[in-house]
């Protein structure tokens, strides 16, 4: 006995609009690429020293600085006594702000220019160098993916171009971390490939990777620089400055 029209028709219209295993697999995979990136997204710690901090900073901020340095530890610890000579001779002619605190990743950096950083001020120049933790494997639950590192970087430089218009971003490639080629470090690098690409869409960033400061003719980190293999020591934080300073003087104009 032949079925009624009435349900072959749409039989057939269904058949021929569901999805192909091919169709559905792209249609997954455009899901997954759409899913939130945690780097890119604004993390608050609870955590009150990270609080305090916070706003520590937030007390800091003047009109009349004119360079503010935005990151993590690597600028944290530029507030040591033994950092004083950077200061007098880079940071303190420019009223700089330091506005680094140790462990942040670049979701706390982008809660924090959220949520007062950027406000009341408004620099020439602000020094970006950030990612290293969100890369560290051994004191965080999630490791990003130099896509998504690269995402959470362009969202606190979208952040800094969005609240303070005139002010020229100088965005810092991530640092060497430790003595031989790791995971860590080849991620930072594949990181550091993106990121250098962000001032052709955004002519107020300017990207500079001073790396081969701390390495030495064989390729490997210099412990006299970088004690840990990560974090500049005094010595290592003045040559830091003393690259970045021409770039420095130049966006100053």
């Given at each position: 006995m032949l079925k009624p029209l009435i349900y072959i028709i749409p039989a057939l219209f269904l058949l021929a609009c569901s999805p192909s295993e091919k169709d559905s697999s792209k249609i997954e995979h455009e899901i997954a690429e759409n899913l939130d990136n945690p780097a890119a997204m604004a993390q608050k710690k609870e955590d009150e020293g990270w609080l305090k901090r916070h706003q520590t900073i937030l007390d800091r901020r003047t009109p009349e600085?004119?360079?503010?340095?935005?990151?993590?530890?690597?600028?944290h610890s530029l507030d040591k006594d033994?950092?004083?000579?950077?200061?007098?001779k880079y940071l303190n002619?420019?009223?700089?702000?330091?506005?680094?605190?140790?462990?942040?990743?670049?979701?706390n950096v982008i809660?924090?220019?959220?949520?007062?950083?950027l406000e009341n001020i408004n620099p020439k120049v602000a020094v970006v160098l950030i990612g290293t933790n969100n890369t560290d494997g051994n004191h965080y639950l999630s490791i990003s993916t130099p896509e998504e590192l690269a995402e959470g970087i362009n969202k606190i430089c979208s952040l800094i171009s969005e609240k303070l218009p005139d002010t020229e971003i100088l965005l810092m490639g991530i640092l060497p971390y430790g003595y031989k080629p790791n995971h860590r470090d080849n991620i930072n690098k594949a990181t550091n490939r993106l990121i250098s690409k962000f001032?052709?869409?955004n002519s107020n960033i300017h990207y500079i990777d001073i790396s081969e400061v701390y390495y030495?003719?064989?390729?490997?980190?210099?412990r006299e620089l970088m004690p840990d293999f990560l974090h500049p020591n005094p010595k290592g934080h003045e040559l830091m400055?003393?690259?970045?300073?021409?770039?420095?003087m130049d966006l100053m104009k």
């Open positions: 600085a004119k360079l503010i340095l935005v990151g993590n530890s690597i600028f033994d950092r004083n000579k950077v200061w007098e002619p420019f009223q700089t702000i330091n506005m680094g605190i140790s462990g942040d990743r670049t979701e809660w924090r220019l959220e949520n007062g950083l001032p052709k869409d030495n003719d064989q390729g490997k980190v210099i400055f003393e690259a970045l300073y021409p770039k420095i």
